[in-house]
C-alpha cells in the first residue's frame, strides 16, 4: 500500500479541497438526502455482522462484558462476532436486530 503525505495549511484554500467535503454539496443536502444516506449507512452495517453487532452494543452503550451479560451470550461470541470471526446467526441475530430498533423493550423483555 502506498502511504501519501499531505500537508494542509488554513491559509492557503486551495490546500484544503485536497480530501475535504464540498461545502456547496452538504449545504445544498435536504432532510430527505440525509436520511437516505443515513439509510444507505445503515443497510452497510447490517451486511457487515461484525460492524453491525459492534454498532449495536455501543449505541447501548455496553461494554462487551456487559452486553453479553445483558443478552445472556458468552464474552466469548460477542468478541468473535466484532472481531468477524463469527457471524451471528437465527436468533441471535433477530436479537441484534431488535436490539438495534427497539433497545429499551428487547433490553426489557430480557431483563
Given at each position: ?16 479541497a485536497v480530501g475535504r467535503i464540498d461545502p456547496v454539496r452538504v449545504d445544498a443536502a435536504t432532510e430527505v438526502d440525509i436520511a ?76
Amino acid at each position: 500500500m502506498k502511504t501519501v503525505r499531505m500537508m494542509i495549511d488554513p491559509a492557503i484554500p486551495a490546500s484544503l479541497a485536497v480530501g475535504r467535503i464540498d461545502p456547496v454539496r452538504v449545504d445544498a443536502a435536504t432532510e430527505v438526502d440525509i436520511a437516505a444516506h443515513r439509510a444507505a449507512d445503515d443497510m452497510e452495517a447490517v451486511q457487515d455482522a461484525a460492524r453491525f453487532a459492534r454498532r449495536v452494543r455501543k449505541r447501548l452503550g455496553l461494554s462487551q462484558a456487559e452486553f453479553s451479560q445483558r443478552i445472556e451470550v458468552s464474552l466469548e461470541t460477542i468478541r468473535n462476532w466484532e472481531q468477524g470471526k463469527r457471524c451471528p446467526t437465527g436468533a441471535a441475530k433477530a436479537l441484534l436486530k431488535v436490539l438495534d430498533r427497539a433497545p429499551e423493550a428487547a433490553l426489557a423483555a430480557l431483563h
